[in-house]
């Protein structure tokens, strides 16, 4: 009489095949997206508090803003521009300012600055010039307000000292 106990081999049921990766953005938790041409990412800074990453663009001297608490797979808002063409470089939130490095895409334009900018409006409290020929790249700060910034042409850390008119190398 033939057993009645299961078999251990697999089921040979027909089963649904694999459906293919789909090669379009979406709705990713992971994904922020920048719906303006020329706009290639290049510095990004995080208020944690608020929820805000900014983003910058070396390509359009601009910087968008997106709430991380309101969903990520959303189009992010422009937040600021600057009046010259040029690049925005290394950026950091600290001490409740946006820092960015800004360079001019010409330097008869002027000289590469350091920008202080309200978080909340976009507007700039402040332009801080390096020496001429300088190129602003990346910033960090200490404990004490300090902010510093790496300028690569010329080996330099620049400080910006806590309540100072001017940076110095």
Not at 81 to 110: E, K, T, V
Request: charged share 15%; glycine share 12%; hydrophobic share 35%.
């Amino acid at each position: 009489e033939p057993s009645q106990e299961p078999s251990a081999e697999p089921s040979q049921e027909p089963s649904e095949p694999a459906s293919e990766p789909s090669q379009e953005p979406g709705p990713d938790p992971g994904f922020i997206r920048i719906d303006v041409d020329g706009f290639y990412p290049n510095a990004v800074a995080i208020n944690a508090i608020e929820g805000n990453i900014y983003i910058g663009s070396y390509a359009l001297g601009s910087i968008h803003v997106k709430n991380i608490f309101s969903g990520l797979s959303e189009s992010s808002a422009g937040f600021y521009s600057h009046a010259q063409p040029g690049g925005i470089g290394g950026m950091r939130f600290n001490g409740g300012f946006l820092w960015a490095c800004f360079n001019p895409a010409d330097p008869a334009l002027g000289p590469a600055a350091l920008l202080q900018i309200d978080p909340s409006s976009g507007g700039l409290l402040a332009s801080y010039p390096l020496a001429t020929g300088a190129y602003c790249a990346r910033i960090t700060n200490d404990s004490s307000g300090n902010v510093f910034v790496s300028e690569p042409r010329s080996s330099h850390i620049w400080r910006l000292a806590r309540n100072a008119a001017a940076i110095e190398p």
